[in-house]
């Protein structure tokens, strides 16, 4: 009877713990993103921000926590977080290195929060700049994958 307790006790604990870790926007490296793709196809949405702009802090609390944007993004985008002050981290992207910044600036980003859309071979579609509330996120980004073939 005790095994049979520990059993449930551990089943319950492991659908919690899986329902735990869908609860969140799955982020990516740039160089996760850039072999994720390559694996299995999809768009890339990078969140570019700095870590003094309150509307992008706002992003994360609100936008970013809501059911509906969790499982959209992850269903259908591999998700970067990429700081647009960074200097010191480094990747490669298409045989060049870059730090965050470099990356930013060559996306021409220059408000934030902004979200630049990648398609699949990594080239970017468009920009969705500013604080978004979830029901507008949601339905910028499907607009967006209804135009384009990703």
Known sequence: MKKVVGLLVLLVFVQQLATA?????????FEEAIEKTAEKPKMVLVDVYTDWCGWCKKMDRNTFTDSKVIEYVNENFYAVKLNAEDRKRK????????????????????????????????ENITQ??????????????KILLENFDH
């Open 21 to 29: 870790q869908k609860n969140e926007i799955t982020w990516y490296s």
């Open 91 to 122: 990747f490669e992207f298409k045989g060049k290195e870059y730090t965050e910044q470099m990356m930013a600036y060559n996306m021409r980003v220059r408000s934030y929060p902004n979200f630049v859309v990648m398609d699949a071979a990594m």
């Open 128 to 141: 969705l700049p500013g604080y978004r509330e979830p029901d507008n996120f949601i339905s910028s980004l």
